[in-house]
């Protein structure tokens, strides 16, 4: 079993480490991603101090935050079918995955059922990869205008998946960038709040090029068991 412990040591020290790379006192927040990890690893994680997990499969945490007996902010991290938009709504603070109008719509519909303001990021595929989701940058305007005519969603920022490169050098140009996007629309914003980007194999270099939500799973809980 995994040292959960341990890891979760290890993780925070690399983000601070990379925060003073940055050279900036911008809190960033780990959301544990436990997909695919059973309930007991998560119970030991949020014991050792996690406040925030990430779920990429809406029934699968339905039925793990069943049995958690613990509170927690809770993240949809993966993308969302819009038949899962009402359950999702009653179960995750924040969803990250809104890549399109059709989802946003589903969102919307589904937090005004349930009585919610649903907060929610906008997922953009910088890299224009067909295997990820995610609004192209020249659309990325319009989406904000789609969802912010929504009365039941809160644009609260932008999250970004960057290709697993074999040198993850290589993202660090698309963190950049992605950063100075995010920037640049809070700026003219109010609760524009969270870049999430990074997860394990990238999650340092995501922090020093202004990630201030990372999602990391693997390098907590070790590899997954599928």
Not at 11 to 37: C, D, M, S, W
Not at 100 to 114: E, F, P, T, Y
């Amino acid at each position: 079993m995994a040292d959960v412990v341990g890891n979760l040591r290890v993780v925070l020290g690399e983000i601070e480490k990379a925060q003073r790379q940055r050279g900036t006192g911008e809190p960033v927040t780990l959301v544990a991603v436990t997909k695919n990890h059973g309930v007991e690893l998560m119970r030991q994680a949020i014991d050792a101090g996690v406040k925030q997990v990430g779920e990429n499969r809406v029934q699968e945490a339905a039925e793990k935050f069943a049995e958690l007996e613990r509170t927690v902010t809770k993240h949809l991290i993966g993308h969302l079918q819009t038949n899962k938009a009402k359950q999702a709504v009653r179960l995750f603070d924040l969803i990250h995955s809104v890549d399109g109008g059709h989802v946003a719509a589903a969102l919307d519909k589904a937090a005004l059922s349930v009585g919610k303001v649903q907060d929610v990021l906008i997922q953009v595929n910088l890299a224009k990869e067909d295997s990820k989701s995610g609004v192209y940058e020249e659309n990325l305007p319009a989406l904000i205008e789609f969802v912010d005519a929504l009365q039941n969603l809160r644009l609260r920022g932008l999250m970004l998946i960057a290709p697993n490169y074999s040198d993850v050098e290589n993202c660090r140009p698309l963190f950049r960038r992605m950063n100075e996007i995010f920037r640049a629309i809070q700026s003219r914003r109010e609760n524009f709040d969270f870049l999430s980007m990074g997860m394990t194999h990238d999650y340092k270099i995501a922090v020093e090029e202004g990630a201030n939500v990372v999602r990391v799973g693997t390098a907590i809980f070790g590899e997954r068991i599928y």
